[in-house]
């Protein structure tokens, strides 16, 4: 409590006092269980600088993305192209930023896009039982006998390409496993007395879902959301990179791969600079995820 | 025992019916008449006699779930209809793509558990020293690599700088089996390095927490040689855990082949798959889709079956199954 004094000073000394004394307490070890391995805070500095990069690059390079120059392709690295152009003279530094943009999106979204349905239904099926989670469970176990990449591009084949229905068909691929974790969760959480407290005072089922059972079953969904991220992206990479995700010229990290293979051996960078992204994207979310799961679960290892 | 096995048996059916319906459902959801989905020419330049001939041979004619019940039972005796592209029976443009696929996700997943499997026992002996940081960090590092990143690396060291390698290809195994393995090295790395450092982190973990266990500690102060108590003791027991991931891999390496296969331009299902799904040839699609999903389901009930015979716990049913 020293702390509390130091604190005042700068700040109004009754925000941290509004909440009870256990969530604060509560809320200050996660913090501190997440930002005790130094790999974590990596993790942070990663997704901050991706998100940045997306968020600012394509404001402060001086040129188009679209923009070809057809006299200076595959020009190396130099001052005026910081990472060179590529097979139609255009910014490579720039078509990253864009792209950056696009690949973040489309996975940050996607995860979303799975998480939340995948969340609510397995709070559903976990708290009612029954036939309705039997049946479930298995939709959930027959989804995921399909490699998510190949479902995801199935799906694909079906809506069509575009980045909207990338989202949906990456999120349809990745909501069992959402809907598993907080089903698993439900069904000890549902067990307990409180939950049955709440009952006896006549609160409605939807509430006890909502309000009493889904915050205490949650967590395990959360960390699974910030590893799922690294997965959407990889998967957005791939079937771009496949052409049959964002249509060109739209740059993405995975339509840039594409051009950048056929080209590997004069401009390697057109390879390498996405798949740096792709790496510390993925390395950052994945570490965000162990932070999260040693913050939000420090029984679980 | 029996039961068991009997039982899981009876868990996996219900599950490859459910992919049936769901790859049934998802070839009805494209947009137009099935006939002229299924025959891949989505405006139709096909005549009145040849369409009726197509809804007898599909069964359209007859109710959704009796059309399903057929369309299943084609399917699991192998008969996946003709590609109106090419006017081949789907069968015998899918078996000659089985060979490169197997062979390159056999290789990755060799390689995975031959340097997981290592990795991750060397961390856990000695828990928490330089050696154990320094692997920890290159499995968290290994997991994050994209294909694209490890396959663009390799390319250029061993085919374009060493001329060690061919760049792309694939050379069948039984014409050659030396220029084979060549041509599948590359693909089979590319595949094996996300895998390989799951593996070393659940083995560590894993390998740790029966290394803390009484009797390893009874096998070390009666002066067994630590390199025995590992390998005789304690690996039996850290491999339970491995074992589950063994199965479930195998769809994440069929996903990846996908990629891998179009990277190093090798004729497998991942990369006929991509092809059919640009031309539209939906048969094919769906024959491949199957495929894959009912493999890995096979694979884990190989899997829940293994584990019954290498942990007594199970298969006395001591531990009851869910």
Redo the contacts between chains.
């Keep these: 409590m020293a702390a509390s004094g130091t604190v005042g000073t700068d700040r109004p000394a009754v925000l941290p006092q509004i909440r009870p004394v256990e969530k604060r307490r509560g809320l200050r070890q996660a913090l501190r269980r997440f930002t005790r391995r130094r790999v974590v805070l990596i993790g942070v500095v990663l997704v901050a600088f991706e998100l940045l990069f997306a968020i600012f690059g394509p404001l402060l390079i001086p040129y188009e993305p679209q923009r070809q120059d057809l006299f200076h392709t595959l020009a190396p690295p130099s001052p005026e192209h910081l990472l060179g152009t590529d097979d139609l003279g255009r910014d490579i530094l720039s078509r990253l930023a864009h792209g950056s943009r696009i690949s973040l999106t489309i996975g940050l979204s996607a995860v979303f896009a799975a998480g939340i349905p995948g969340v609510l239904l397995g709070l559903l099926v976990g708290y009612k039982g029954g036939t309705l989670d039997n049946v479930v469970m298995r939709v959930t176990d027959s989804v995921m006998a399909f490699p998510s990449i190949v479902l995801t591009l199935t799906i694909v084949a079906v809506l069509g390409q575009g980045i909207f229905n990338l989202i949906i068909a990456i999120g349809v691929a990745g909501w069992p496993n959402y809907a598993r974790l907080t089903r698993g969760q439900v069904l000890a959480v549902r067990e307990y007395d409180y939950v049955l407290a709440v009952r006896t005072v006549g609160a409605t089922q939807t509430r006890i879902m909502l309000r009493h059972v889904l915050p205490n079953a949650i967590n395990p969904a959360i960390v699974a959301m910030s590893l799922g991220v690294g997965f959407a992206i990889v998967a957005e990479s791939g079937l771009s990179f496949l052409g049959l995700g964002v249509l060109p010229p739209t740059p993405t990290w995975g339509s840039m791969i594409q051009t950048g293979f056929q080209v590997l051996e004069i401009a390697p960078g057109l390879v390498m600079a996405p798949g740096v992204m792709i790496f510390l994207a993925v390395l950052g979310f994945n570490l965000l995820g162990d932070g999260l799961r040693e913050a939000l679960d420090p029984y679980l290892k | 025992m029996g039961r068991y096995i009997l039982g899981r048996i009876f868990a996996a059916v219900?599950?490859?019916?459910?992919?049936a319906?769901?790859i049934f459902v998802?070839m009805r959801?494209?947009p137009g008449d099935p006939v002229l989905v299924i025959a891949g020419q989505p405006d139709s330049a096909l005549d009145e006699e040849t369409l009726r001939n197509l809804r007898e041979q599909w069964g359209l004619n007859e109710p959704v779930w009796v059309q399903f019940a057929i369309w299943l039972g084609k399917m699991l005796t192998g008969d996946f209809g003709t590609s109106f592209v090419t006017r081949q029976p789907v069968t015998a443009l899918v078996l000659p793509r089985l060979g490169p696929t197997l062979q390159i996700t056999m290789m990755a997943w060799l390689i995975a558990i031959t340097i997981g499997l290592t990795v991750g026992v060397v961390s856990a002996t000695a828990p928490n020293s330089r050696k154990d940081w320094i692997l920890s960090?290159g499995s968290?590092?290994a997991?994050?690599?994209?294909?694209?990143?490890t396959a663009?690396l390799l390319?250029?060291l061993f085919a374009?700088q060493l001329r060690w390698l061919p760049a792309s290809g694939y050379t069948p195994f039984f014409d050659d089996p030396l220029r084979s393995l060549r041509s599948t090295i590359m693909p089979a790395i590319t595949l094996s390095f996300g895998f390989a450092a799951v593996l070393a982190r659940q083995m560590r973990?894993s390998m740790v927490e029966v290394l803390e266990q009484p009797y390893i500690t009874t096998a070390r102060s009666k002066g067994l040689r630590e390199r025995l108590t590992i390998s005789r003791h304690a690996m039996k027991n850290a491999m339970l855990p491995i074992v589950t991931i063994l199965g479930f891999s195998l769809?994440?390496l069929?996903?990846?082949s996908?990629?891998t296969e179009?990277?190093f331009a090798v004729p497998g299902m991942g990369r006929l798959?991509?092809d059919s799904?640009?031309a539209?040839e939906?048969a094919v699609?769906q024959a491949?889709?199957f495929i894959?999903?009912f493999t890995?389901?096979a694979a884990?009930l190989i899997v829940d079956v293994l584990y019954a015979f290498l942990d007594p716990r199970i298969r006395l049913g001591a531990r009851g199954g869910s």
């Design positions: 219900p599950v490859i019916f459910m992919t319906v769901l998802i959801l494209l960090l968290l590092f997991a994050a690599v994209p294909f694209f990143l663009s390319m250029l374009l973990s769809g994440n069929f996903g990846g996908v990629i179009r990277i798959l991509v799904v640009s539209r939906y699609v491949i889709v894959f999903a890995v389901v884990n």
